[in-house]
């Protein structure tokens, strides 16, 4: 079959591999039908995730056809449309029993912080992705969602991860009527973050990124303020002014460890990896909210240490929250959210490319090319 294969720091290509196998009686085999690349796959492409071992397949985001199942599958039966969410999880540990489906225990053991993940290294589990044209998805029975009746395929897509992602972050920062949230990035995380924070009941949602397209494209896809922070002396003072000196009640950190706007971070923490990412915008989310404000991290980090600014976060009282995305959780509320129109996933779709063509794929959205917000891969063998 034909997949996306990792050759080394921003070298992708496709390739013939094997075809996956049943290797557990809980494993499902599912033809992929489509695929996103993610920010998070940035971190990978970029060489920042440790043990990303080359020869991996990506791919956490993904719908597909169940063409096989093991003999304790019961949940899904061969020719079901399923959307796969990127949590690898067992359903039945501590964490998942707890809805914490991105921390489960069982599904990636070597990992002490996060669970099993689709094509995202072996520190969640080295599991290949969706960036192929078949996947072997284990524990079948907990995560995979039949795709409902009438749902397009290409929001069935993106409640793999980003819609549950932005969710997520608008629901850690505990949103009070009539709060003023800010969000760090304007990327799909970002935009759908914004876009929720509307539903929990902010008073005023502000975006900020670097990309002028990004920025009009969520002005107008998630109706909140934009702003470039390349036109800001100083983002913090930026917020600050914008909400008479107290700081915003709730602030997005949706950018994670590819963060610029800060040269040292951007040394030490994209060019040498003398810490986990740069940390760049949790330290604007924590020092731009208010006292006793909530900052909420989806943006994503890696598992050694970073410089943030702690003794704001003591000193300010703040509340930081922060995960990845438990997306089965979410998966009942957010699919009623698409059938009623109040979310709209597809329309962050800017590209829909080849899977053939995943090597350039990733060059335009890494690069930010193209107006490039959100770009779906189709495997000739989808069939739909
Ligand atoms: N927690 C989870 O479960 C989860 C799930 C999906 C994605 N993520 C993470 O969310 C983040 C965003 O994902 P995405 O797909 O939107 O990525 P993306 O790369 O498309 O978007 C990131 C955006 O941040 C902007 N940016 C860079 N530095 C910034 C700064 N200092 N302040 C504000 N904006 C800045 C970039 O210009 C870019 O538009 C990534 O770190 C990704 O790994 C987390
Ligand atoms: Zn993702
Ligand atoms: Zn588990």
Request: net charge neutral; hydrophobic share 40%.
């Amino acid at each position: 079959m034909l997949a996306m294969e990792y050759r080394g720091p921003k070298r992708i290509r496709v390739t013939q591999k094997p075809m996956p196998e049943i290797l557990h009686p809980e494993d499902a085999i599912v033809r992929v039908t489509r695929s996103c690349i993610c920010g998070s796959d940035l971190h990978l492409y970029n060489g920042n995730v440790p043990d990303t071992r080359v020869g991996q397949t990506f791919g956490h985001e993904f719908t597909g056809v169940v063409e096989e199942i093991g003999s304790e599958v019961t949940k899904l039966k061969v020719g079901d449309n399923v959307l796969v969410p990127f949590n690898i999880a067992c359903g039945k540990c501590i964490f998942c029993k707890q809805g914490l489906f991105g921390n489960c225990h069982e599904a990636a053991p070597q990992a002490s912080a996060a669970g099993g993940f689709f094509g995202y290294s072996h520190i969640t589990g080295g599991y290949n992705g969706g960036q192929a044209e078949y996947v072997r998805v284990p524990y079948a029975n907990v995560s995979p969602t039949v795709i409902p009746p009438g749902m397009d395929i290409e929001d069935a897509v993106l409640l793999t991860d980003v819609v549950p992602t932005g969710y997520q972050a608008a629901e850690m920062g505990g949103i009070q009527t009539g709060d003023t949230v800010v969000v760090f990035g304007a990327g799909p995380v970002g935009i759908m973050a914004a876009r929720c924070a509307w539903l929990f009941g902010a008073g005023r949602v502000i975006i900020i990124d670097k990309e002028e397209y990004r920025l009009e494209f969520a002005r107008n896809y998630a109706k909140c303020e934009a702003y470039n922070f390349l036109e800001m002396d100083d983002p913090v003072v930026f917020i600050k002014k914008q909400t008479d000196w107290i700081g915003a009640d709730v602030c997005i950190d949706a950018v994670g460890a590819e963060a610029a706007g800060n040269a040292l971070q951007t040394i030490t923490g994209r060019k040498t990896l003398l810490q986990a990412g740069s940390a760049t915008a949790v330290h604007w989310a924590i020092n731009s909210v208010r006292k006793g404000g909530v900052v909420s991290i989806v943006g994503v980090y890696g598992p050694t240490d970073n410089l943030v600014p702690i003794g704001n976060v003591l000193n300010k009282g703040i509340t930081i929250r922060a995960n990845q995305t438990a997306v089965k959780r979410h998966l009942p509320r957010l699919i009623e959210h698409v059938q009623n129109g109040i979310l709209n996933p597809k329309g962050l779709i800017t590209h829909r490319l080849a899977l053939e063509d995943v090597a350039d794929g990733y060059r335009m959205f890494s690069a930010k090319l193209d107006n490039c917000i959100k770009t779906v891969l189709i495997p000739s063998t989808a069939g739909m």
